[in-house]
């Protein structure tokens, strides 16, 4: 999804790590749109969505996506295995399933899910994203996400052991490579999300 999502974009829009941070305001702004969409349809006020209430979202939300893939995501995204997609789940599976609609849409001036707004804050998550994949293959590996944060602009180079710090919050695994959906979460913990729940601290 990633490498199509370069290649019809090109290269990411953002020239250093501080040009980001710049942006969270206006994340944090695109996040509280997805907290409106997840109180409506978490309908039990429960504070998840589970698979039923997904589906309605998903079609409110003109996402043109199978049903087994919308199965696959909310298996994928539900980290902490409580049978429900908790908010900040729920943040990470809507870009998930927006990268998956748009990588087989074809490219057009017109919204491609219901709210304009979210297409936006998926955008810009995801060229912060093509800004740390230096090597381009859709995946994060530390030597890139160190140069990514030092060399496109030495006079805001960060401590080593900040960027050691920061890699280390997306490779949950340990594996020496971020996944997407890994950097997500990450990315909203660095942002900041209003939640009242810790969701996904202690399992991945």
Known sequence: ??????SSSGQSKFRS???IILKFPRFKEGLKEIKCVFEQFDEDSN???????????????QFHVKE??????FDSCDVDEKEGIQFNEFIVLLCLLYLMMDSSSSSDNTSKIGSPELEATFNTIVEAFL???????GKLHKKDVIKALNDECPSEKSPSH????????MDWDRSGNVSFRQFLFAFLDWVGIDTDD???TTKR
Do not use: A, Y
């Open 198 to 200: 810790e969701t996904h």
């Open 47 to 61: 504070g998840t969505i589970d698979w039923d209430e997904l589906k309605k979202c998903v079609k409110k939300l």
């Open 68 to 73: 087994e893939e919308i199965d696959d995501l």
């Open 17 to 19: 790590i501080n040009s």
């Open 162 to 169: 900040v960027t050691r710090t920061r890699f280390k919050e």
């Open 131 to 137: 800004f740390l994949d230096k090597g381009g293959d």
């Open 1 to 6: 999804m990633m490498e199509l999502k370069r």
